[in-house]
């Protein structure tokens, strides 16, 4: 499953969010952000990947249904 939100948040890179205006210039790195907490709560036991799946399938019902099928089986790209 980590492997599958790393899949998506990596293609939140290219989505084209632009830079936020509060008292400067800050560009939108959450994605990143989210990904290194994802991967740092993994390595530690944490559920942080369980809560980011529980909140994707909370926006959709089709997500919700493909989140449950992806941790059924792995993800087969360039491991």
Same mark, same amino acid.
């Given at each position: ?8 948040? =990596? @293609? ?9 205006? &509060?008292? /400067? ?6 994605? $990143? ?9 993994? =390595? @530690? ?9 529980? &909140?994707? /399938? ?6 919700? $249904? ?14």
């Amino acid at each position: 499953m980590q492997k599958h939100a790393e899949a998506i948040l =990596k @293609l939140a890179a290219s989505w084209g969010w632009g830079p936020t205006q &509060q008292s /400067g210039r800050f560009e939108v790195i959450t994605h $990143e952000l989210l990904l290194a907490l994802i991967t740092e709560s993994q =390595k @530690l036991g944490g559920t942080i990947l369980t809560q980011f799946w529980s &909140q994707m /399938g909370s926006c959709h019902l089709q997500l919700k $249904e493909n989140s449950k099928s992806c941790s059924r089986y792995p993800l087969s790209i360039n491991d």
